[in-house]
Each structure stands twice: as structure tokens, then as C-alpha cells.
């Protein structure tokens, strides 16, 4: 059961990441089909697997009491997840005018998922 349960939580994740992608890209008034491209697509993906994968942040550890240690994973990897969408995007060499709009995605994909699971 709980092999199932990390399944969907890494699913409802990766879905909340790319929602989170196409609303900051109408909110910063991007146009949708310039910014849906494959490079852009690695942008947010990889760094966003390296950190799951890393962080195990896709199991949950509700049984914890305390609410730091079911937190802990996520503020981890949402520092990791900057730092490395950062150096993806120094190593991929993607546009300026474009960079904001992975930043703010991934600002805002990890008060989500704090918010998510607090509640």
C-alpha cells in the first residue's frame, strides 16, 4: 500500500509542477507556445527528478509527530531544486527574458507543496 501511495504522490506532484508552469507563463503573460518547447521541458523536469530522487520527498512521513520532520524533505528539496534548476539553465545557455519564468514556477511550486501538506 504504501508503494501505491508514493506512486500517486509522485504523480499528483509532477502535475502540480506543470500546472504550476502553464499558470506562471499566463500570469508573466508568456506566450504558451513559444515556452512549450523540449529544452524548457528539461528545465523543469530534471532538476525536479534529481531532487525527488535525492530527497525522497514523494514519501511522506506523516506518521512523524512534529511537523519539521514531515517538512524537512520539502524545504530540502526546494533547495535543491533552485540550485540545480539554476545550473541547468547556466549549462543549457537558455534565454534571459525566459529564466524568471522558471524561478517564479519553482518559487511558487514549493510554497504550494508546503501549503499541500501542512494541511
Do not use: G
Not at 518547447?37 to 525527488?52: A, M, R, Y
Not at 519539521?68 to 526546494?78: G, Q
Amino acid at each position: 500500500m504504501k508503494s501505491v501511495y508514493s506512486i500517486l504522490n509522485f504523480i499528483f506532484q509532477f502535475v502540480l509542477l506543470i500546472a504550476i508552469f502553464f499558470l506562471s507563463s499566463l500570469y508573466l503573460e508568456y506566450n504558451v507556445n513559444k515556452i512549450l518547447n523540449f529544452k524548457s521541458f528539461l528545465i523543469l523536469t530534471l532538476p525536479w527528478l534529481v531532487t525527488v530522487w535525492l530527497t525522497h520527498k514523494h514519501k511522506p512521513k506523516f506518521y512523524q509527530r512534529r511537523i519539521k520532520y514531515v517538512l524537512a524533505p520539502f524545504i530540502k528539496a526546494f533547495i535543491f531544486l533552485f540550485i540545480f534548476c539554476f545550473l541547468v539553465i547556466i549549462i543549457i545557455q537558455y534565454d534571459k527574458d525566459n529564466r524568471n519564468l522558471f524561478y517564479i514556477t519553482v518559487l511558487t511550486y514549493a510554497v504550494m507543496e508546503i501549503i499541500i501538506y501542512t494541511i
